[in-house]
């Protein structure tokens, strides 16, 4: 499938059927897990862990999981486990569980990211089962619920004349039109911080599509904290609020986004984190991406 239809068709999903994914959909989510845990997970500091019990999950966390304490309940779910608090580790984490959003969208089933701020240490505690580190989100997923007589909710990107805009942990932003999101020119720089990249710029480069995709890249609460530096071959990838942690798992699905969509229209896409000690207190480089 296009990496542009996942963008456009993919969406959270909110409820789920009880009777849990089949045996052949759940050995192959396994095995990607498997893979990504033995390569870039144990290199750089994370790993992806699967829980089967959803319902012992969602006893745990119930009032104090997902947003404002409203957890989603499904039949399984993903933690994203984290060595320390590290904004290369949150960022790689993110990019690779929303890597496993499109393998699950893939095979025909729903997810939605669960943010874990609220949690207690005993709660943290029990969800690691044992295991050393931190963890801030989970990925519910299954198989989603489809109601008769009504519309299913559901949220898209990319799409200028969509009713919903997309929320990765499931809180749904309602609109008529496409004004609540930031345009092109609000989110992409040229050259340095804070210089517009024209449109005439963009298409020059032949980059204008490819932004104007990447810019609906899912975030907490659509706050789109995310920029982009153009520069000459390259992009940085940028993010508003450093301080907000969140922040940074945004920045790593929206890594995924670019890679993805860069791959489809055969941009290089090689990218790399960056270490940004600058201490500058309205943005914070992030990564650099080849283009």
Known sequence: MKFREFTVNSHSTREFVDSGVEERDMNEIKTYLDEVNNTAGKEKGFSLILMENGADVYQNLEGYGGYGGVMLKGPHYIGLRLDKVDHEIEVLGAFYLQSVVRKIYDLGLGSCWISLKEITPDQAEKILGGQVGTIQHLLVFGKPTKKENKPEKHTTIINCDSKYEQDP???????????????????????????????????KRGVLDLLYYVRNSPSFQNGQPCRLILKDGYAELCIINPEQEENYTDAGIMLFTLEGLAKELSFPSNWHFINDDSGNVEYRRVAHFDL
């Open 169 to 203: 942990y499931g809180i749904a932003v309602i609109t008529t039109n496409d004004e609540t999101r930031l345009s092109v020119v609000d989110t992409i720089f040229l050259q340095t911080w804070g210089n517009v990249a024209p449109y005439e710029e963009m298409e």
